[in-house]
T-cell receptor
Framework: GAGVSQSPSNKVTEKGKDVELRCDPI?????LYWYRQSLGQGLEFLIY????????KSGLPSDRFSAERTGGSVSTLTIQRTQQEDSAVYLC???????????????FGSGTRLTVV | QKEVEQNSGPLSVPEGAIASLNCTYS??????FFWYRQYSGKSPELIMS????GDKEDGRFTAQLNKASQYVSLLIRDSQPSDSATYLC??????????FGKGTMLLVSP
């Protein structure tokens, strides 16, 4: 597609429920990233996918968080047993394949605003 | 230890003035530096990238990089009210994924 597409744009869930957030990167971008941004806070790295390589999961805050990327394209971020502190905007970004990750700027999607009540 | 630091602001400038936004980073091996603009309630938008020491100009924007001082800045000439936003500095610390600063809020008054 022309840009990074994320869905849903807003999600309100009850504490303890599982949620799935979806990201469709720009066609041809092999690198995909998930970040989250809490109110008044900076962007917090969660996970990184590059082609068929094993993902870098070093930013996932707990084992309740997981992500997968199917066919090198669409990615799903799953949060199990949601907690109120999970409330944030979850941003997906993609970039061109680079010899070194972080070499290219990222293009962000419009984000999913998650509210856990 | 904070890795990418920015003054949170707000930085207030009158319309037509030059806005100067600054960022310092902790890792000397960083090679890629970016400035993003984020309007309230929107996602970050890439506006400048810089990889070599010196200045890089793009329209009203100039990015400046000094690797020896571990310092990167963004100058916005002829500031407009539409430039009012939060500006995020991003750096690839140690060849990893981008690390973002918390951003500087810029307010341009008419």
């Amino acid at each position: 597609g022309a840009g990074v597409s994320q869905s849903p744009s807003n999600k309100v869930t009850e504490k303890g429920k599982d949620v799935e957030l979806r990201c469709d990167p720009i066609s041809g971008h092999t690198a995909l990233y998930w970040y989250r941004q809490s109110l008044g806070q900076g962007l917090e790295f969660l996970i990184y996918f590059q082609g068929n390589s094993a993902p870098d999961k070093s930013g996932l805050p707990s084992d309740r968080f997981s992500a997968e990327r199917t066919g090198g394209s669409v990615s799903t971020l799953t949060i199990q047993r949601t907690q109120q502190e999970d409330s944030a905007v979850y941003l997906c970004a993609s970039s061109l394949n680079s010899r070194r990750r972080g070499e290219d700027g990222y293009t962000f999607g419009s984000g999913t605003r998650l509210t856990v009540v | 230890q904070k890795e990418v630091e920015q003054n949170s602001g707000p930085l207030s400038v009158p319309e037509g003035a030059i806005a100067s936004l600054n960022c310092t980073y902790s890792d000397r091996v960083s090679q890629s530096f970016f400035w993003y603009r984020q309007y309230s309630g929107k996602s970050p938008e890439l506006i400048m990238s810089i990889y070599s020491n010196g200045d890089k100009e793009d329209g009203r924007f100039t990015a400046q990089l000094n690797k020896a001082s571990q310092y990167v800045s963004l100058l916005i000439r002829d500031s407009q009210p539409s430039d009012s936003a939060t500006y995020l500095c991003a750096v690839n610390i140690g060849y990893s994924t981008l690390t973002f600063g918390k951003g500087t809020m810029l307010l341009v008054s008419p």
